[in-house]
């Protein structure tokens, strides 16, 4: 079992900038991927990015250019650098982790509790 806790969300004006940070409460070396979601009110969960444990990254289009994720195994966590912030980038972002268990390789999805970024003036 893999808990993650996200922290650094808040109020931002927009052009501005935030850093998140997800922590595990194990090693994240061995996690396939960890990554960032966010969900808008009445909207669904998307992909923000991720990261794979080689360090590949894959980003939404809307935040290319603008948001960096990195992954920390030393410290166990993977952040999420955000600038220029817009108002839709408004949601509740999830830190998530994705890992693969035993010879069958099942696969495991875990979610952080989810941190509010709200963009506006």
């Known amino acids: 079992q893999v808990q993650l806790v996200e922290s650094g969300g808040g109020l931002v004006q927009p052009g501005g900038s935030l850093t998140l940070s997800c922590t595990a409460s194990?090693?994240?070396?061995?996690?396939?991927?960890m990554g960032w979601y966010r969900q808008a009110p009445g909207k669904e969960r998307d992909l923000v990015a991720h990261?794979?444990?080689?360090?590949?990254?894959k980003y939404a289009d809307s935040v290319k250019g603008r948001f960096t994720i990195s992954r920390d195994n030393v410290k166990n966590a993977v952040n999420l650098q955000m600038n220029s912030l817009k108002p839709e980038d408004t949601a509740v972002y999830y830190c998530?982790?994705?890992?693969?268990?035993?010879?069958?390789?099942?696969?495991?999805?875990?979610w952080g509790q989810g941190t509010q970024v709200t963009v506006s003036s």
């Open positions: 998530h982790a994705e890992d693969y268990v035993g010879w069958s390789q099942v696969r495991y999805d875990y």
């Open positions: 194990t090693s994240i070396i061995s996690l396939s991927r």
């Open positions: 990261i794979t444990s080689g360090g590949m990254t």
